[in-house]
């Protein structure tokens, strides 16, 4: 990368109808006289727009609260409860080592030497002699004391700050905290915009788009996903006897975010200001060398508290999951997304709830992948270690049926607790006998759902080195506890000799992919998804774009993320190229379409084909995403009904079939929805929402503008899911070009001439598929999985989640 300092300098995209001065910012502080609301003119927007999408996604004032209060409470339990137990508790007393000399009457022998719980907690006085004798506990005590407080004054700092927004959402946006709930983001984002027009938050621009307002919630996330794209981040390690493996914990995460974005010594002089030395090339070597010592002091500061925070680890771990291990051993081999895999599968200007709910969505899918490669031979020693463990459980179970007392012999619960979690181990390693191997199938359908996949898994979905590489972004519960453990002491190696190594890649990377845009600030320039900037010509992009190969985005992160972002945003406009690169797509897809089968023929072999053509198709959006994964060539499917065609032309069949329920009255005020309706007398399948809500009672359209913005999210997420599986087959079709012909394959350029080309589709039955009077998306689930890392980077700075999010 180093070799590429001269590829561009530092930019300032300007706004088209107001031009700044430097210092302009300061006016972000100005508050009109007479005006009597504090959110007129904000000066950190970042923190403000960060707050409200928080507030919205935590449910409001009370649940937030609740849970600072509970973090607090959390942290003092943990001190305290560990010191109680290494210096309040008598174990000789009760493990029955020493016998225990009771006074009083006596009733039986037994009686004196029953141990009762009090009999093995020390008195208070000795308790706290033995506190007062140990130095490193009062240390240790003193250090938790100090951050403790420190926490306590940021949790009050937060609960003001959280009022505020409270009050914001009231008399601002006009939304009551008992109706949170049942607001969408996208509606919440709407009267955002809506207040800006009228009540300037801020002074730089007259209007705020969604990209302004998601560019402000997420500017540090882009340029870690762009980080990550551009495998600039050292989080890829070789290990002996291991081969490459990927880590990248919570530690780590926190590390790289204070040393690149909010810390002291970053490379920002503020929450939306690159400094501008680092906008500069002639000297880029002596910032490289200041960034290495900055990592250098940052690894030797992890290296001396390896210790402290270890023990926090370790003893967080113990109370947080022992339990959990207790009651369901088999949790340990649950998976879930691995934190570089949350990064790697990030959209650009993605928020935390699509992510998640789009990841949720693939869970399943990815589960039973990873659980269709199984090992012969661990199948056999799991079968035969869990028969003799079974027997000798079941003797022991039996024994303690018929007396009691066998639980008074020493260790029984002990054998039968370990005998019971080795039983459920071995039966994780035993296949399901009614499996049906189908990876590429599998494979497929989790690619619908995370949008991005290395080429080379194409065709290999069946080979361990698939499986491996898919492990390391869906990794196993018992992994990712083992990396958070490990971090302590691996962070500190991975600062001082790796990350140090890149520091002028790191200097080389900021100046030249960092712009500043009017009312914004300065934004990572891949967020902008640029299709002229960071287009890749293998991904649907070419004749459009003019990156070089190292402007390119990597597996084809602008454009997908691109389709992402406009599908989620419909009243979003994009710029010029954008506009040219969309309307391309649209184009292939009708040319491709021509030459699949139709949407009817797909759907009839979707599995839930009967849910959709039934009064009740609430399962819809499944269903059509199922009908071009049903499609995706199987060996030995029957093809007496549907002719062989590819699957990026049975995908463009179904999306070409969303397209002609955009009017063009519409505009950009659409929603690529099917709304589900009663049986009709002209046997339609779909309605609009006119229609239905016409049959229904004023109190009745409520629930059913609620159940409506549900299914459009649905929808939406269903329309991006086939446009992720048209531009992976169109690209594999790309590179796999100069081996032979494909099929149905109508190079980008060629489209321009047939803009004007709809697509017919003929059929004995009719799918009627209409756009939303309101023009909106939302109603998804509101599942969110922050990690605590986040959460404390939240609190502390105005900027920070996560999200990057395409366009379609």
């Known amino acids: 990368m180093a070799g590429f300092e001269t590829y561009q300098e530092y930019q300032r995209i300007e706004d088209y109808d107001e031009d700044l001065p430097p210092g302009e910012e300061d006016l972000l502080i100005h508050v009109p006289e007479g005006r009597g609301d504090p959110w007129h003119h904000i000066k950190n927007l970042d923190n403000f727009f960060t707050r409200i999408y928080h507030f919205h996604q935590k449910n409001g004032f009370a649940c937030m609260v609740l849970s600072e209060f509970f973090e607090l409470v959390q942290f003092l339990f943990v001190v305290t409860f560990t010191t109680f137990l290494f210096n309040c508790v008598e174990y000789d007393v009760l493990f029955a080592n020493r016998v225990v000399n009771h006074t009083g009457q006596s009733f039986g022998p037994l009686d004196r030497n029953k141990v009762t719980l009090p009999d093995a907690i020390l008195p208070s006085e000795q308790c706290t002699e033995r506190i007062q004798g140990n130095s490193w506990i009062i240390f240790l005590l003193i250090m938790a004391a100090i951050f403790w407080l420190y926490r306590l004054v940021k949790v009050i700092c937060n609960v003001l700050s959280y009022w505020e927004i409270r009050q914001f959402y009231k008399k601002a946006l006009k939304i009551q905290m008992d109706e949170l709930c049942n607001f969408s983001w996208q509606e919440v984002q709407g009267r955002l915009i809506h207040l800006q027009r009228e009540q300037p938050m801020c002074v730089q621009k007259r209007e705020l788009s969604e990209l302004d307002i998601h560019h402000r919630i997420l500017r540090f996330k882009n340029y870690t996903v762009a980080m990550i794209n551009k495998s600039l981040l050292p989080v890829r390690l070789r290990v002996p006897f291991f081969g490459d493996m990927i880590f990248l914990t919570q530690g780590l995460k926190y590390n790289f975010e204070l040393i690149l974005f909010w810390g002291p010594l970053s490379l920002f002089q503020n929450k939306w200001s690159l400094h501008p030395k680092y906008k500069r090339a002639a000297n880029r070597q002596e910032l490289a060398k200041q960034l290495s010592r900055v990592i250098l002091l940052t690894g030797l500061v992890n290296l001396l508290l390896c210790p402290f925070v270890l023990v926090w680890q370790v003893l967080y771990a113990f109370f947080s999951y022992a339990e959990v291990i207790k009651r369901e051993p088999g949790s340990l081999g649950a998976r879930r997304w691995s934190l570089y895999g949350r990064l790697y599968l990030r959209h650009f200007n993605e928020l935390d709830h699509e992510l998640q709910g789009r990841l949720g969505r693939g869970y399943k899918p990815a589960a039973k992948y990873m659980n269709a490669f199984v090992s012969p031979l661990l199948a056999v020693l799991a079968r035969n270690v869990a028969f003799f463990s079974g027997s000798v459980l079941a003797v022991l179970i039996a024994l303690t049926v018929y007396d009691e007392d066998v639980l008074t012999v020493q260790h029984i619960l002990t054998a039968i607790t370990v005998l019971g979690v080795v039983i459920t181990i071995s039966r994780s390693f035993i296949p399901d006998e009614h499996m049906v191997w189908c990876p590429e199938q599998l494979l497929q359908c989790v690619l619908a759902h995370i949008h991005y996949m290395?080429?080379?898994?194409?065709?290999?979905?069946?080979?361990?080195?698939?499986?491996?590489?898919?492990?390391?972004?869906?990794?196993?519960?018992?992994?990712?506890?083992?990396?958070?453990?490990?971090?302590?002491?691996?962070?500190?190696?991975?600062?001082?000799?790796?990350?140090?190594?890149?520091?002028?890649?790191?200097?080389?990377?900021?100046?030249?992919?960092?712009?500043?845009?009017?009312?914004?600030?300065?934004?990572?320039?891949?967020?902008?998804?640029?299709?002229?900037?960071?287009?890749?010509?293998?991904?649907?992009?070419?004749?459009?774009?003019?990156?070089?190969?190292?402007?390119?985005?990597?597996?084809?992160?602008?454009?997908?993320?691109?389709?992402?972002?406009?599908?989620?945003?419909?009243?979003?406009?994009?710029?010029?190229?954008?506009?040219?690169?969309?309307?391309?797509?649209?184009?292939?897809?009708?040319?491709?379409?021509?030459?699949?089968?139709?949407?009817?023929?797909?759907?009839?072999?979707?599995?839930?084909?009967?849910?959709?053509?039934?009064?009740?198709?609430?399962?819809?959006?499944?269903?059509?995403?199922?009908?071009?994964?049903?499609?995706?060539?199987?060996?030995?499917?029957?093809?007496?009904?549907?002719?062989?065609?590819?699957?990026?032309?049975?995908?463009?069949?179904?999306?070409?079939?969303?397209?002609?329920?955009?009017?063009?009255?519409?505009?950009?005020?659409?929603?690529?929805?099917?709304?589900?309706?009663?049986?009709?007398?002209?046997?339609?399948?779909?309605?609009?929402?006119?229609?239905?809500?016409?049959?229904?009672?004023?109190?009745?359209?409520?629930?059913?503008?609620?159940?409506?913005?549900?299914?459009?999210?649905?929808?939406?997420?269903?329309?991006?899911?086939?446009?992720?599986?048209?531009?992976?087959?169109?690209?594999?079709?790309?590179?796999?070009?100069?081996?032979?012909?494909?099929?149905?394959?109508?190079?980008?350029?060629?489209?321009?001439?047939?803009?004007?080309?709809?697509?017919?589709?003929?059929?004995?039955?009719?799918?009627?598929?209409?756009?939303?009077?309101?023009?909106?998306?939302?109603?998804?689930?509101?599942?969110?999985?922050?990690?605590?890392?986040?959460?404390?980077?939240?609190?502390?700075?105005?900027?920070?989640?996560?999200?990057?999010?395409?366009?379609?």
């Not at 032979?740 to 003929?762: D, K, Y």
Request: aromatic share 6%; hydrophobic share 35%.
């Open 454 to 808: 290395p080429d080379h898994w194409k065709g290999n979905a069946n080979k361990s080195e698939t499986r491996d590489e898919m492990a390391q972004l869906f990794q196993y519960k018992a992994v990712f506890i083992l990396e958070e453990l490990l971090s302590p002491i691996i962070t500190p190696f991975i600062l001082i000799f790796h990350l140090r190594s890149k520091s002028l890649e790191i200097i080389d990377f900021f100046r030249n992919f960092t712009v500043d845009v009017a009312g914004v600030g300065d934004i990572c320039s891949f967020a902008q998804m640029d299709i002229r900037r960071h287009g890749n010509p293998q991904w649907m992009s070419e004749g459009q774009t003019e990156a070089s190969v190292y402007q390119q985005a990597e597996n084809g992160k602008t454009e997908l993320s691109l389709m992402h972002f406009t599908i989620k945003n419909p009243h979003w406009e994009p710029p010029q190229e954008s506009s040219v690169f969309i309307s391309h797509l649209k184009e292939k897809v009708n040319q491709d379409a021509q030459t699949g089968p139709s949407p009817q023929l797909l759907l009839s072999e979707a599995p839930l084909c009967s849910s959709l053509l039934s009064d009740e198709s609430a399962m819809a959006p499944d269903n059509l995403l199922a009908s071009v994964l049903a499609h995706s060539g199987l060996p030995g499917r029957n093809r007496r009904f549907v002719p062989p065609s590819s699957t990026a032309s049975a995908a463009a069949s179904v999306l070409a079939s969303l397209s002609l329920s955009h009017q063009p009255h519409a505009g950009r005020s659409r929603s690529h929805t099917l709304l589900p309706s009663r049986q009709s007398q002209d046997d339609t399948m779909y309605c609009s929402d006119h229609t239905v809500g016409d049959r229904m009672s004023a109190s009745d359209s409520r629930l059913l503008s609620q159940s409506y913005s549900g299914l459009a999210s649905e929808f939406a997420s269903a329309e991006m899911s086939l446009h992720a599986i048209y531009m992976h087959e169109v690209h594999q079709q790309k590179t796999q070009h100069a081996s032979g012909p494909f099929q149905a394959s109508v190079p980008m350029r060629e489209l321009s001439t047939n803009r004007a080309q709809g697509l017919q589709i003929q059929s004995t039955q009719t799918v009627t598929l209409v756009p939303p009077t309101s023009g909106r998306l939302g109603g998804w689930a509101e599942e969110e999985e922050e990690e605590h890392a986040d959460e404390e980077e939240i609190n502390t700075n105005p900027v920070q989640d996560q999200t990057s999010r395409g366009s379609s």
